[in-house]
Structures are given as C-alpha cells and as structure tokens.
C-alpha cells in the first residue's frame, strides 16, 4: 500500500502571535509528528512511504497533481494545525481531482481539538485524534489485512474518527497515551533530506530536532499543554538517537521538548551521559526558570548545551499570576544568573497584551530584559488558542463575545485574522509595541556585535541581514 505524507506550501499566512517578522524567517523544520507517525509504520512490509515537503522539495501544485494520479496513494496524510489548516485544505482539493481513490487523513493539534468539524469537510475521510503512532499504525494494517475496509473495522480502532457510507461522522473512543516513549521508534528521517533543513540562529549548518518528552505538568493558561500527562525518554534512549546523527557527522541538536527539565534526575543523569560519552556536539534546550540552578546549569553546560529558551512571560508578578504561570520575577532572575554564569546563551519569551496588562506592567517586563539581559528575545502578543484555558475562561467572563474558534474550525476563511486577548490596546497598538520592543532589543550594538561573532558564513550572514532589513523597513 501506498502512503503520501504531505507538508503543504505557505500560501495562506494567518498572522500569528509572534513576531511576524521573526516568524517569517522562522526556521524550516521537518514536521517531527509526521516521522513519528511515519516511522510506526515504515518497516512494515508492504508498506510504501513517502513524505513531500512542498516548501523544501520546491513541488509545484501541477506536480503534485500528477504525482498523485501517477502514484495513486491510499492515504493521503496532513499534519495539521489551526495555523496551516487553509493550506492543507489546498492541497486537498488538488488530491481530490488527481485521485478519487486517496483516502485523506488529518492528523496532529487542529483535528485533535475539533474533530466532528474537520470530518465535516467533504474531502477529509480519516482524522487521528491525539498521538498518532498506533492509530495510524492499526488504521494501516486493516489496510495489509486484504480483506477490505469496513465501518466494523474502523470503529475498532480507537483514537481514529472517520465517516459511514451514509456520510455519518463517527469518533471512536479516545487512545490512552503512549505511557512508554522509548518503545516508539525513532523518527523517520530517512524519509526526509535533513541536510535541506536549516535554522537562522544554529551554530552549524546541520540541526537535528529531537523529542525527549511528551505533555506538561504545568498549568500556563495560554498553552494547549496545560497539565497534560508528563512522559519522558530515559538518558539512554536519547543517547542513542543522538549517536545515529553524530554518525553521520551532525554536531548540533535543537531538544524541541516545551520543557525539558521538568524532570531534574533526568536531566542530570541524561548530561553525565553526554558528557562521558564524549561525542563533541552542541545543543539546545527549552525550560522554565524554575527548574533552573547553579547545579543544573553547570551539567547542561559540560554536556554541550549552549541555550535555554526561557519562556519570562512577563517583568510583573501580577501579570504572571493571572497566566498561572506558577513562577515568580525572582525565579527569571536566579535563572538567567545561573545560566549566564556557566557561559549558556538565554534566550527570552516575553508576551504583551494579556487581558489587563498596563503600560506600567510592560515597562516592569521591559525593565526585566534590561536587567537579565538575555541574548535573543522573542515578543509575543498575548493569543487565546483555540480551546485553551485562556480561551474559555474569557468566553466564559463575556471577553470573548462567540466561539470565532469554531467559526473558523467549521468554515476557515484566508481573510480570518487572530483576536488577541487585551481589551486595553487594539491590534495595531499592539503590534506597535511588539515590533518596537524586538527592534530596541536587537538595534543594540552589543546584540549586532555579538550576532556578527556568531555568524558562520556568508549564507547565514544574508539571512540575519535580510531579517534585519525588514525589521527595519517593514
Ligand atoms: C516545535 C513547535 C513548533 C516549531 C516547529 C513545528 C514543526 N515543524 O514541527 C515552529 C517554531 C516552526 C512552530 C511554529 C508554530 N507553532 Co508550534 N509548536 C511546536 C511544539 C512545541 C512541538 C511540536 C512537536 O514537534 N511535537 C512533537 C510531535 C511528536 O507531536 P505532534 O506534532 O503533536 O504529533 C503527534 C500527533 O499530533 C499526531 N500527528 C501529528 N501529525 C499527524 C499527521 C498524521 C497523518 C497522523 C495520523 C497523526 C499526526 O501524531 C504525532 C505523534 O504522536 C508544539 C507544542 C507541542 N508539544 O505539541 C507547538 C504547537 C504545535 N505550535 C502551535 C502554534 C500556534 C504555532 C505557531 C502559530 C506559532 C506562531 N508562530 O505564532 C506557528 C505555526 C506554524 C505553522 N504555520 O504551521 C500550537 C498549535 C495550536 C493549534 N491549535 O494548532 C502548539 C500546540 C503550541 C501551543 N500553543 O500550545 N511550532
Ligand atoms: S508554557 Fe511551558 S511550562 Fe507552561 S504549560 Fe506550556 S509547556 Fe508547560
């Protein structure tokens, strides 16, 4: 059987919370849900797998057109996210007219959050509710089974949703989550060319994201992880993945875990691990300023780990109590303190516009960059995401006068654009503000300095550049 997974183009852009700018030039990554779910299934026999990558494999809508009638896959798979979902859809409509016989498949955050709208759509057949590798994986082998697709044997398979021949929507029960990651096999890279991916802040010209963990305990009221169930990889299990690239001569990991110091034994016993295995490669990591010491800094530092992505939020405590982000102002500054001391680069996330927020509380956070002086800075504008804690609780207390989520989720429109969460500034007052605190904080000689130091060739060199142009003249 015949499989196509497919990473649209960007020709919808939703305008997101970060900096459009930065998002713009955002690195361009291989979508690692897509080479889980792929490699779940990859060694079965029988199984033929291809990922196109629309932006990377430069493949044209005509091309893809022809592929399809060429190839005449069984299942067509899309990752999809709120934010891409207009060019999935796209692409859909050119799979619907080169083959009848495709099955389309949605899988990933967007279906998971509202599945009965996405099989509402007419050309959707299948979504994968939540983690994908088994679903797929007992979806495909009714597949191998050769004895036909039915509703009985779909219904079957929990975690999936599909539609009965009279067009019913029907969504099994819920997949109880994979309890043990180390038991899932590596993503599937060798479907996908990782030397074609790259990342505009990376220390070399190769990157390979990985994923050590899976939920988060924690109860950020902006974030679709809010207390999720929390399960990690053992030290071992990374090291192994880490040692099949060095093999292949990578020298540089992008840990693209939300969080991956939530468990500090782990970590500790995951950078001796490193340390002593001596493999001479860089990496970086995303965590809360909480989990964050002298002691940890020092082994992450040892083991290669050259930045932390620290997600500071905000300079004033009120701000950060009502994003329930269970950390105080002290926290940010013993973190980056720590940090800094050992020699890793600290990276913040700040967000403006959170319901409430003042002048005064975004000059206490601009006041905190000031003082914690990290070396990269990433603004957001604060955003209820669909179905979010955020979100409800301002449905709920009348901010947010109708589910404009679900209208979107039932009828995606390219003209949709995203709602922030202030009361108190509009949009464009915030993007004023947003654009003005990242270029303060990267026209500053000693960022352009170090940026410079930083860069390791021509190509990167234009890159930063050209980012710098349109911060400047956008
Ligand atoms: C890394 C990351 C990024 C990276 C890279 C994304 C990539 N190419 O992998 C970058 C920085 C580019 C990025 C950008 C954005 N991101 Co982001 N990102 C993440 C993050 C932290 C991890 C994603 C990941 O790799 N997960 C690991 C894999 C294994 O999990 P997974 O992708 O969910 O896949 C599993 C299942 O979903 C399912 N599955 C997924 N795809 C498929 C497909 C098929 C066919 C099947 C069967 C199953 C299946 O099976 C997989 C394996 O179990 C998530 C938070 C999170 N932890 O999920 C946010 C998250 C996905 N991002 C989010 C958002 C909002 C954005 C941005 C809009 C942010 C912005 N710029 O303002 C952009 C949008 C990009 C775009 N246009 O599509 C939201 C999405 C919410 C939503 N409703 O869609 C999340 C959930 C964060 C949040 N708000 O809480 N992001
Ligand atoms: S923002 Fe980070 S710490 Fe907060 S809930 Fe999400 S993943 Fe956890």
Sequence with gaps: MKIFFIIPPNIHYIEPYAYVEADKSNAIRPSLGLLYVAAAVKDIPGVDIRIIDMNIDEISMETLEKLIAEESPDIVGFSVLTFNLLNCMEVCKIVRKASTQAKICFGGWHPTLYPEETLAFGFVDYIVIGEGELTFKELVSLYLDGSGITEEKLSAVN???YKTSEGEIVINPPRPVVKKLDDLPLPAYDLV???KYSHLLACTDQ????MTSRGCPQGCVF?????SPYRYRTPGNILEEIRFWVNKGVREFFIQDDNFTINRKRTIEFCNLLKDADLNITYKISSRVDYIDDELSEHLKRSGCYRIYFGVESGSQRILDYLEKGIKTQDIRKAFR??????IDCCAYIMIGVPSETKDDIDMTMDLIKEIRPRHLHCSICTPMPKTYLYNRLMEDGTIEHDYWLDFAKKPDPSFRTSFASKLYSAEELRDMQNAIQRQFYFNP???FHEILRTRGLKQFFAKFQMALRMLFH
């Design 223 to 227: 974030c679709d992880l809010r207390r």
């Design 193 to 195: 060319d990782p030397t």
């Design 207 to 210: 990157v390979v994201n990985i």
């Design 159 to 161: 975690g999936l949703g």
């Design 338 to 343: 720590s940090a800094q001391k050992f020699g």
């Design 446 to 448: 000693g960022i352009i």
